[in-house]
């Protein structure tokens, strides 16, 4: 059974940190680029950051180059987004996504809001 379980989303007041993780199980972890899109309320989903099956390359939408960092552990089947200095237009679910060809799964998602 294919499992994607987003963890850490929260409240944080606007300037703070948050760290999402999203452990999977169920498929070969290691062989799935993996992604995570966050959804607004009223828009669409949108995809924030990805990485690479192989040699973990990844890539960030603009608006959160230089304040999200995403990662993954094979050997934990996990990845995590790091998010800093977050803003309020950060608020929305955030879901975890992975995908092999034209295979994909994606988490339940996580709700981050980001106010003061």
């Known amino acids: 059974q294919v499992q994607l379980v987003e963890s850490g989303g929260g409240l944080v007041q606007p300037g703070g940190s948050l760290r999402l993780s999203c452990a999977a199980s169920?498929?070969?972890?290691?062989?799935?680029?993996l992604s995570w899109y966050r959804q607004a309320p009223g828009k669409e989903r949108e995809l924030v950051a990805d990485?690479?099956?192989?040699?973990?390359?990844?890539n960030y939408a603009d608006s959160v180059k230089g304040r999200f960092t995403m990662s993954r552990d094979n050997a934990e089947n996990t990845v995590s987004l790091q998010m800093n200095s977050l803003r309020p237009e950060g608020t929305g679910v955030y879901y975890c996504?992975?995908?092999?060809?034209?295979?994909?799964?994606w988490g339940q998602g996580a709700q981050v809001t980001v106010s003061s």
């Open positions: 990485i690479a099956s192989v040699g973990g390359s990844t």
């Open positions: 169920g498929f070969p972890f290691s062989s799935y680029s």
């Open positions: 996504r992975a995908q092999y060809l034209f295979h994909y799964y």
